[in-house]
């Protein structure tokens, strides 16, 4: 889950990264009561979990109550790439001598943790990689070893910051990097991190995304999961416990097991089809779990076909088609279903969904053969969808043509 920037300087704040005094706020009133108890300059900044706010106009700064209202009032409610403002953190102002980057991640290939520092902060980093990617310092930590300190001024001094910048870059690299690892992130990233004119090295930023998988560790990470940013499909399924990604492509998946839907969204890619979602429903294919899935999927307005692709294993083949059948019953679905169903007792699934077969709901004997059907099912749907239009565009030319001529 990805943390808003206050969120995530909270979060730094707790292994003693140095950031500014701030407060989150979501009125214009309690904006400049904050600017007030702070002291100016302030700056406000909209709380939106996309990068290049400052470009946008939703980072700006206030030396005095007026712009702090005047900023905040614009900032509140404005709109930053689809994502609408409600909260603006305002913290005191930095004087900035140079801006730098600074994240650690995790490096799947390697099978390490990936250290990145780069003297050129404050733009995009894949900027930097792409035009002189010899301006980042990397450097691999084994988990399993940890961040030592003289591996971590070795890459500050790879990667030529100020010298006056050294020891507070090595200090703040090493509780990044612990952050990181004891706070289960998957990502932690300052960028710009700052050098001010009397020397200190300083957060202006904060971008953090922790592993879901880890709240069971953190029971205060409850917080950060009421907050979380999602679409309403995204929504909805998390709501129903279902394991949901939105795509947005136009065959439904439906699977159970994460890698068999991994495989069910690669499949309907390899011949050709666009997946509207990745969903993985676990061991127990129950009518209740099989109906929250279907819909979920039916509210997404761009599905044209759904793909159920099934391997029975702990759940038996007659338990996954009961579910189907009794799911069907209770969700009224325009889209057709393809279902390709295999594993334990799977003969004895298909025997109970045979009787109900139907245009809109088939069978397939294998995972390619079903993932065609469902593209192709998907595929005539959109063309059946634009042909209503465009006839109706064509009728109303006719209309048109009627009227013109009286
Ligand atoms: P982003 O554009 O969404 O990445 O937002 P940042 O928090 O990184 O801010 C963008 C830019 O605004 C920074 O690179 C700075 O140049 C500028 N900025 C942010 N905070 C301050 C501050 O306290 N003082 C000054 N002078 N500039 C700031
Ligand atoms: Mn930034």
Redesign the pocket.
Known sequence: MDLF?YQGKQFFARYGIPV?DGDAVATVGQAVATAERIGYPV?V?AQVQV?????AG??K?ASNAEEAREHASNILGMDIKGHRVDIVWI?R????AE?YYASFTLDRAAKLHLGMLSAQG?VEIEEVAATDPDAIAKIHVDPVDGLTEVQCRAWVAAANLNPAATEGAVDILTKLYTAYAEGDADLVEI??LILTPDGRVHA??AKVSLDDNSVFRHPDYEVYDATQVRDAREQMAHERDLQYVGLDGSVGIIANGAGLAMSTVDIVSQVGGKPANFLDIGGGANADVMAGALEVIHSDRNVRSIFINIFGGITKGEEVANGIVQALERVALDAPIVIRLDGTNAEAGREILAPRLSDKLQMQPTMLEAARTAVELARDEAAQAAGTRSLSAAESTIQGAKGGAR
């Open positions: 920037e500014s700056v900044k990068g290049g706010r400052g470009k939703g980072i700064l913290e102002a930095s004087d900035i801006e404050g960028n710009p202006l930023d």
